[in-house]
């Protein structure tokens, strides 16, 4: 297809789900099963703004509704509609799930810039930047409840929802846990790559893998099944995470200055490995890792920078990414799921894509030491 006409494919409305006869209206075969494709995206944003206003009211609607506008790629939500085709289901069907996941990940993001402290996302200033720290919880807490009150939008059996209901808090129960474990975490302690990948895969991992079991819930698949079918998206929400720790040194995320995670005094990937690689280093990068945020010399974090590609960290961390990604496309789950393993296939290169620029940093210090 080309540019234009994918353009205009791109443009048609939401498609209405298919009679009971199997008639109706699907997207372009080209964008089946794609998380290219925005049909039924525009409406998914519409369905989270009214739940926003209608159950949060003037004040905290109002400020949920200015955070959803600050954009973002929508990726759970493209995510959750994009296995609904590859499960044959058509993606009218799925939008209140796919806002429902979306709405929980906005919550997760609008608490953890009030944890970490951080001022922007998406070069804009954050909920509690603005709002200051009590009305950010309110947000997020609203947040929150939102992906219920969105299962309300969608036909299907009431046994159904519940099911879709257990899945919504037991992974975000898992994002919690996960956060709640990270400020445990101490490399310096003895903490190493089992660790990190335990409190990632919760926190970020959980809400990958939730818009596709959903989906696979609303294709008639057992609880059982679901999970199952959905592991693989576990293991690339992991890969998320390992490509964020990057971009935030060797790349851009759209928040403060690079280096924004050392600040924050977060064990990421980055340092886990250096630790392991260096383990002298460790009073040196746990106190800079301990100091208050906006105390923090920035010539220390170039150091760590330095440290990190010079050391070897980078270079290991971009081979772990490399490991999981094909770990995730060897799932168990995915092997009678072509059009799932297209999707997994799909994520793993909006992944990997980002970070093109990091592997030039590791390549330059190969050359270095081979120099």
């Not at 995320?253 to 064990?267: F, I, N, Q, Y």
């Not at 995730?328 to 072509?338: I, N, T, W, Y």
């Not at 393993?341 to 330059?364: Q, S």
Request: with cysteine; proline share 6%; glycine share 12%.
């Amino acid at each position: 297809m080309t540019p234009t006409g994918q353009a205009a494919a791109d443009s048609l409305p939401c498609p209405a789900p298919r009679s009971s006869s199997g008639a109706g209206e699907r997207p372009p075969l080209a964008l089946a099963g794609s998380l290219r494709s925005t049909l039924c995206v525009p409406e998914v944003e519409a369905l989270m703004s009214g739940l926003a206003r209608e159950a949060g009211g003037e004040t905290v609607g109002s400020i949920v509704r200015g955070h959803l506008a600050t954009g973002g790629k929508r990726l759970r939500a493209r995510l959750a509609l994009a296995a609904l085709e590859a499960l044959d289901q058509p993606r009218a069907s799925g939008v209140a799930w796919a806002a429902a996941c979306e709405l929980l990940h906005n919550a997760t993001l609008v608490h953890d810039d009030l944890q970490d402290g951080d001022r922007v996302r998406r070069g804009h200033p954050t909920v509690w930047a603005v709002h200051g720290a009590a009305q950010a919880v309110n947000a997020g807490d609203l947040l929150l409840m939102l992906p219920y009150l969105a299962l309300e939008h969608l036909d299907t059996p009431l046994e159904r929802r519940w099911a879709l209901a257990r899945a919504i808090a037991g992974h975000a129960s898992a994002a919690v846990r996960g956060q709640a474990a990270e400020p445990a975490l101490d490399p310096g302690g003895g903490a190493g790559w089992d660790e990190y990948r335990a409190v990632a895969e919760g926190k970020t991992g959980a809400l990958f893998q939730l818009p596709v079991e959903g989906a696979a819930l609303l294709a008639g698949r057992s609880p059982e099944e679901a999970r199952d079918l959905a592991s693989a998206f576990r293991v690339l929400g992991l890969l998320f995470q390992l490509q964020d720790d990057v971009l935030d040194v060797f790349g851009e995320k759209g928040r403060d200055a690079p280096g924004s995670d050392l600040r924050e005094g977060k064990a990421s990937a980055l340092v886990v490995e250096h630790l392991t690689l260096h383990p002298g280093d460790g009073a040196w990068l746990r106190a800079l890792l301990a100091a208050p945020r906006h105390e923090t010399p920035q010539a220390e974090v170039e150091r760590a920078v330095e440290r990190f590609r010079s050391g070897g960290a980078l270079g290991r961390v971009l081979g772990r990414i490399d490991a999981v990604a094909e770990e995730a496309l060897r799932s168990p789950g995915l092997v009678d799921e072509p059009g799932l393993r297209r999707l997994a296939a799909e994520l793993t290169a909006a992944a990997l894509r980002p970070i093109d620029g990091a592997r030039g940093h590791a390549a330059g210090r190969e050359r270095e030491a081979r120099g």
